[in-house]
């Protein structure tokens, strides 16, 4: 069974950070793309962040210089460090993995992320 476990969500003042994991089970290896969305309420689920196989990168605009991801394939896991937090970028954060050629993609339960004061 394909799973996607999201943790580190939490509460943080404006200006703070996280850090949130993905852990993937051994079915999603290397070569899946992995991502980072948002989805704050009323609103659509975005991607915030993305990881290609080679490791390239791509960022929304909103998050660019303030979040990293990253990823560690010894062990399936994928990271979104958030630094400088915003009130805006409160939502719930899920994890996505997408096999580029095979079109197989998976979603984590999701984490939430509130920035308040």
């Known amino acids: 069974q394909v799973q996607l476990v999201e943790s580190g969500g939490g509460l943080v003042q404006p200006g703070g950070s996280l850090r949130l994991s993905c852990a993937a089970s051994?079915?999603?290896?290397?070569?899946?793309?992995m991502g980072w969305y948002r989805q704050a309420p009323g609103k659509q689920r975005d991607l915030v962040a993305l990881?290609?196989?080679?490791?390239?990168?791509d960022y929304a605009d909103s998050v660019k210089g303030r979040f990293t991801i990253s990823r560690d394939n010894a062990k399936n896991t994928v990271y979104l460090q958030m630094n400088s937090l915003k009130p805006e970028d409160t939502a719930v954060y899920y994890c996505?993995?997408?096999?580029?050629?095979?079109?197989?993609?998976?979603w984590g339960q999701g984490t939430q992320v509130t920035v308040s004061s």
């Open positions: 996505n993995a997408r096999h580029p050629r095979l079109g197989n993609e998976y």
């Open positions: 051994r079915t999603i290896n290397s070569n899946y793309f």
């Open positions: 990881i290609t196989s080679g490791g390239s990168t």
